[in-house]
């Protein structure tokens, strides 16, 4: 069975089945979860159909009403250079997802395969939107009072202040299309607060910001990503990048101590079955799969990278994410901000020649 038009009134979202470290154990689980609970989503597999098939058959499913496949015969492996992913994997399931978006049968794309690859693969093949440089890896972050918006967190090592300008426009319109919070807060990742701190590149990229529509509130250090009380952070990829594994690495760390230590003797235990409901509040909270799923912005057409290690729940947060991402119009949100951007800098310099 292969992929027809997009019907009106549903999203259809094409599944890169074979991408990331589990494959079909953890895609293809949650796809069928994300099928039941969402009743206007069709899904696209893609990958090795006798595979899929193979899979769906282990779940008792032999088929959806609203899933359909399409067939792919390669597979980009994690550590596959994205150049060599895009020259010699034209047939990849990656590449045949993007490909299904491209061709305007399918409204968004979820892959947790090779980040490298997808977001080269995804740049070729669909492009950037006009007055984009490059496309940024943009995800949700909990908080102790509310969320936070970071980008970007590894698409980009070298950046120039216009750049992070750039960040900073679609992010905003990113929380204004997924969240109805207008005039967002925006806030530039630094070593410290004083505005003599940081390099050259941050220094510029705040004047940027300073002179602009932006809610621009200054900068902002480390031990504020998960304050909450931001609704934007924009940074490079090398400190986004960082920033977010060692969140992950914290949360990890926090459930593994706290289960230990109400495992440790009797008393401990007893402690545990009293506090249950608190200690479940407090794993949920700190569950990073919940927050699995991140923009790649900037893109001509909505993609989701998920995490290469999740799980079945993780991958089916990533599927909704881009579920809501395609039923928001944020490329369009995001191509007519920079075009009225382009527009007001063109009047700006036409004025002061």
Do not use: W
Not at 94 to 113: F, P, T
Not at 235 to 241: A, E, H, I, K
């Amino acid at each position: 069975m292969t992929s027809g038009p997009i019907d009106a009134g549903m999203i259809t979202i094409a599944i890169d089945a074979m991408g990331g470290d589990h494959g079909l154990e953890v895609t293809i689980p949650a796809s069928l979860t994300v099928v039941d609970s969402h009743h206007q989503v069709k899904l696209i597999l893609v990958g090795i159909e006798t595979q899929i098939r193979e899979k769906l058959g282990q779940l008792n499913c032999a088929d959806r009403d609203r899933i359909s496949f399409q067939p792919a015969s390669e597979i980009v492996a994690m550590d596959d250079p994205p150049a060599f992913s895009i020259r010699r994997k034209k047939d990849s399931s990656m590449r045949v997802a993007i490909n299904l978006v491209k061709d305007g049968l399918a409204d968004a794309c979820v892959s947790a395969g090779n980040t490298g690859a997808l977001m080269g693969t995804a740049k070729f093949v669909l492009g950037t939107i006009r007055g984009i440089d490059r496309p940024a890896i943009c995800a949700l972050l909990p908080g102790i009072s509310g969320s936070t918006y970071m980008l970007d967190l590894g698409a980009n090592v070298d950046v120039s202040p216009e750049i992070l300008f750039q960040f900073a426009i679609m992010g905003s319109q990113l929380i204004e299309s997924y969240e109805g919070r207008s005039n967002p807060s925006v806030g530039l990742l630094n070593i410290g607060v004083e505005e003599d701190k940081g390099d050259e590149t941050i220094r510029a990229a705040a004047e940027l910001f300073k002179n602009s529509s932006l809610n621009y509130i200054g900068y902002v250090e480390a031990d504020h990503i998960f304050m909450g009380d931001t609704d934007l952070i924009v940074c490079d990829g090398v400190l986004g990048n960082v920033a977010l594994k060692a969140s992950e690495g914290v949360a990890q760390f926090i459930q593994s101590t706290i289960r230990r230590e109400f495992t440790s003797s009797a008393f401990s235990k007893l402690s545990a079955l009293v506090s249950r409901r608190t200690l479940n509040a407090i794993r949920n909270r700190l569950d990073h799969r919940r927050y699995n799923g991140a923009n790649l912005i900037g893109l001509n057409a909505v993609v989701v990278k998920s995490h290469g290690g999740t799980d079945t729940t993780g991958f089916r947060h990533a599927i909704e994410y881009a579920i809501k991402a395609a039923g928001s119009g944020l490329v369009a949100r995001i191509s007519q901000r920079i075009e009225a951007r382009m527009v007001s800098e063109k009047t700006r310099k036409a004025e002061t020649a």
